[in-house]
């Protein structure tokens, strides 16, 4: 079955620009949707499709993809970013869904 | 907007079964979606579990396919999740989401709060 795999953790200083990236063979057929979770709260969805942002998530958020990658940037990291960040797609293969394994984003 | 609500036991025991009712409010569970079951063990991250459609269609992750049924109640406007045999791997929380689709994009939102389901005796 297919697997999405993230980064377990990455840092960015404060107010700079951080990446996070996704890969999997998924991604070939379906656009990644990323999604931020807090300690002890549920998932957020920011950003899916090819560039969507859900209302009242920042522009700071924005995605791209590329072949079997999917990345989440957020340009300009605030505080508040610091959060466990997941991505997701729909997947053929076998499992009608797939997830990342998760990456721990540090705002330093 | 929609807004949906997990409710079920907190506590089961080893080798019976989890029970888990979605219910969903601020919208119809008879529109053009999705609706799922995702689960996160202690410390862990995302597992899909399953997802119906109004019309009683299912999916179902094939490593928890045997254990697992989803239904759908129009008239309570709510969803539920029964996982069988559960063992203390199955602790987690358990949230509902609604899936979005159109051609190539599909994603989940929004999600409930999540209810922590303990197995153990």
């Known amino acids: 079955s297919s697997e999405l795999t993230q980064d377990p953790a990455v840092s960015v200083a404060l107010g700079q620009t951080v990446r996070i990236t996704c890969q999997g063979d998924s991604l070939r057929s379906y656009y990644a949707s990323w999604y931020q979770q807090k300690p002890g709260q549920a998932p957020v969805l920011v950003i899916y499709g090819k560039n969507n942002r859900p209302s009242g998530i920042p522009d700071r958020f924005s995605g791209s993809s590329s072949g079997n990658t999917a990345s989440l940037t957020i340009t300009g990291a605030q505080a508040e970013d610091e959060a466990d960040y997941y991505c997701n797609s729909r997947d053929s293969s076998g499992n009608p869904w797939v997830f990342g394994g998760g990456t721990k984003l540090t705002v330093l | 907007q929609v807004q949906l609500q997990e409710s079920g036991p907190g506590l089961v025991k080893p080798s019976g079964t989890l029970s888990l009712t979605c219910a969903v409010s601020?919208?119809?569970?008879?529109?053009?979606?999705?609706w799922s079951w995702v689960r996160q063990p202690p410390g862990k991250g995302l597992e899909w579990i399953g997802e119906?459609?109004?019309?009683?269609?299912?999916n179902y992750n094939p490593s928890l396919k045997s254990r697992v049924t989803i239904s759908v109640d129009k008239s309570k406007n709510q969803f539920s999740l029964k996982l069988s045999s559960v063992t203390a791997a199955d602790t987690a929380v358990y949230y509902c989401?609604?899936?979005?689709?159109?051609?190539?994009?599909?994603?989940?939102?929004?999600w409930g709060q999540g209810t922590l389901v303990t197995v153990s005796s």
């Open positions: 989401a609604r899936g979005h689709s159109s051609s190539w994009y599909w994603w989940f939102d929004p």
């Open positions: 601020g919208g119809s569970i008879s529109s053009s979606n999705w």
């Open positions: 119906i459609y109004h019309s009683g269609s299912t």
